[in-house]
Structure formats: C-alpha cells, structure tokens
C-alpha cells in the first residue's frame, strides 16, 4: 500500500503524512525503513513518547486539535502543528518557539464540515488570525488544514475540501502575498484523500489505509 500511495501523493505534488496514532513503534520503524520521515500523531502524550526512543530526523507534525497547556511538551521538537484554531493556542506556541530558540511551522485550522462537531475556526475568525499571525516572531503560517464531513457523499465531501482551498487562494493572494512559505492545504485523510488530492490538497494525512484499522 505504501508505494501506491506514494506514487499517487507525488503525482499532485503533495506530501504524505503517515498518520502513526495508536500504533506501535514497530509499525512506524517498517514504514520508516522503507523511506517515510513524516509522522502524524494527535495525542500530545503519544507523540512525546514516541519521538523519544524513535530516530532522530523524523518530521512529527502534531495533527489533531491541541490544548494550550500541553504545547510545553511539544514545543522542543515539532516539526508541524496542524490544528492551530484560536490566537491564545498560537500565542503560546509562539512562546514556547521563543523559549526553545526556533521557528515552528502551523496551519490554520479552518471548520469547512457541516457537522458542528469539529473543531475549527470561521472564515472571518481564521482571517483575523492570519492577519494576527504577523506579530508573531517564532511561528511560521505555512498553510491551512481542514477535515471534511465523515459522510458518504462525495459531492459535499468535494465541495467542503473546494472551500478550504477557496480560504487558501484568497489568504495567499491578500495577507500571504509574497510569502513563499505560505504554501499548504492539509487536507485529505483514508476516506477522502482522492477527493482532496483532486480539490488541490497538498498534503495528505493517512492512518488506517497504511497501519490498518484503529
Ligand atoms: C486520525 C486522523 C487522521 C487519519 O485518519 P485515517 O482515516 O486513519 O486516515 C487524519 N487527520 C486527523 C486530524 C486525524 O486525527
């Protein structure tokens, strides 16, 4: 599965992020062996844990939402943050990059599900925060992340992945202008990730369809 999947990634240019959460460190070793350097975990607890005792040039992108209290844990080696949705999360990732001496890369977590229970931020509120992202000198705006309805219905799941990227075009031509880094959709997960891939996503996030069902 893993080299379909990568060859089918690179064909629109994106990147795969390996979604590891709840597996073992075995399985992420074997997909590590065969070339893969980005994991995805969503539990701060996990993520530290593992990326203690696995190798060292691994790219962790914590993907999952992310209380303000645990980003201490994470700040020191996270490669990504992909669920950034309110300015007092990034005003303490922001603080804490300060204090370990680096830059962390996020992505604007944007709501474009129907169902209301995802987490997420409004146009106008994800807007406000990207302008509100300036000011801050240790965290790098590197795109915008978005999870579709968990519906079987292609059209909406296509018509949500087709607002992120409308959010994205917009924020790159006005407040992103002239920023290089400013370049990723993460959007895309085993259910719908040809639908994302299709819609402009850049990087994808996939578990079960490598790991196997959680
Ligand atoms: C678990 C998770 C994924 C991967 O889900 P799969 O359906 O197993 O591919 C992607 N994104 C987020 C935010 C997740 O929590």
């Known amino acids: 599965m893993y080299s379909s999947l990568l060859q089918e990634t690179q064909r629109y240019n994106a990147t795969l992020v390996a979604v590891s959460k709840t597996k073992p460190n075995e399985q992420i070793l074997a997909l590590y062996e065969k070339g893969q350097r980005i994991f995805g975990e969503n539990r701060v607890q ?64 944007f ?37 579709a309805s968990f519906v079987d219905n292609p059209q909406q799941v296509k018509k949500e992945f087709g607002v992120l990227k409308t959010y994205f075009d917009q924020l790159k031509d006005s407040i992103f202008k002239d920023t290089p880094h400013f370049k990723d959709i993460s959007m895309g997960m085993s259910g719908d990730y040809k639908i994302a891939l299709e819609a402009g996503s850049t990087m994808v996030r996939i578990g079960s369809l490598l790991f196997g069902a959680r």
Not at 79 to 91: F, M, P
């Open 46 to 109: 996990e993520l530290v844990e593992k990326a203690n005792v696995l190798p060292n040039d691994i790219l962790w992108h914590q993907i999952g939402h992310l209380q303000t209290n645990k980003v201490k844990y994470i700040a020191p080696f996270v490669s990504c943050i992909h669920a950034v949705d309110s300015h007092k999360l990034l005003e303490e990732i922001n603080k804490q990059a300060i204090k370990n001496n680096r830059t962390i890369d996020c992505l604007l977590q």
């Open 111 to 147: 709501k474009i599900a129907q169902e209301d229970s995802k987490f997420g931020l409004s146009q106008v509120d994800g807007f406000q925060l990207a302008r509100e992202a300036k000011q801050f000198s240790n965290v790098r705006i590197c795109g915008v992340m978005g999870m």
